[in-house]
């Protein structure tokens, strides 16, 4: 349950509204009072969350000898909370896009943070004109992070025909990112707790500390110059 509540907060409920949703799934159809009574909560805060829900149109009510009643909607309407975000997202990035033309010092090292960092890495993965992509000190740690997303990126990676090669630990042989078949894979004794990636005029260094944070640094030089560093070590790597 807990993991349920987990994915629907990255869907755009709340903690509480998540809980709600999924005790009305459940106990459809049930008065308020009783739905506070079953999570605990207080009455006024639950009956708010209940008209959050049937704002988002994940709630609905029926009137029962003059009592109402409660029940959700079809979880499939959770795709409209998605298209709404997506619909508006397309409605304002051209804009956002001139804004980031027309800034007069382009950024050269940015910083990211958590879950969406690492997002972020794949889309500009994704957007890069370079199909060419050179890993080292490959931890695996993305795909515990996002274990629902980064199978389907590697699949995706296939079919964009983005090619690479990984350089990782050799005790992580056997792992999800080491069986990629459009990637070649070397391995060392022991690799740093952070993975590199450079691709285009791109590095990306992904921290997983306590803090998952992800350092972009976008700059020819400096990518060339970590892509000499990371020939040395596929040659000296083992297969």
């Known amino acids: 349950?807990?993991?349920?509540?987990?994915?629907?907060?990255?869907?755009?409920?709340?903690?509480?509204?998540?809980?709600?949703?999924l005790s009305l799934l459940k106990n459809s159809p049930i008065s308020g009072g009783e739905l506070a009574k079953l999570l605990n909560m207080d009455r006024t805060h639950t009956y708010n969350l209940i008209n959050n829900l049937i704002n988002k149109g994940l709630a609905s009510y029926i009137i029962k000898k003059n009592k109402k009643l409660f029940r959700a909607t079809s979880p499939n309407n959770l795709?409209?909370?998605?298209?709404?975000?997506?619909?508006?997202?397309?409605?304002?990035?051209?804009?956002?896009l001139k804004l980031e033309q027309i800034k007069k010092e382009p950024s050269v090292v940015k910083i990211l943070e958590g879950k969406e960092g690492l997002r972020s890495v794949v889309r500009m993965l994704f957007e890069s004109e370079s199909k060419d992509i050179c890993v080292y000190g490959g931890t695996g740690k993305s795909y515990e992070i996002l274990k629902y997303e980064m199978p389907r990126v590697?699949?995706?990676?296939?079919?964009?025909?983005?090619?690479?090669?990984?350089?990782?630990?050799e005790n992580l042989r056997g792992k999800l990112f080491t069986k990629l078949k459009n990637f070649q894979i070397k391995y060392i004794g022991e690799a740093t707790p952070s993975s590199t990636m450079i691709f285009g005029n791109?590095?990306?260094?992904?921290?997983?500390?306590?803090?998952?944070?992800?350092?972009i640094i976008e700059s020819k030089s400096v990518a060339d110059s970590y892509r000499k560093y990371f020939e040395h070590l596929w040659k000296v790597a083992k297969d």
Do not use: H
């Open 154 to 169: 590697g699949k995706d990676t296939k079919k964009a025909k983005i090619i690479g090669r990984i350089i990782t630990e």
């Open 202 to 215: 791109k590095v990306s260094i992904n921290v997983f500390d306590e803090k998952i944070f992800v350092i």
């Open 1 to 21: 349950m807990e993991e349920l509540k987990e994915r629907l907060k990255e869907v755009g409920l709340s903690n509480k509204e998540s809980e709600v949703y």
């Open 79 to 96: 795709l409209n909370q998605v298209q709404k975000k997506e619909i508006l997202i397309k409605s304002i990035l051209p804009k956002l």
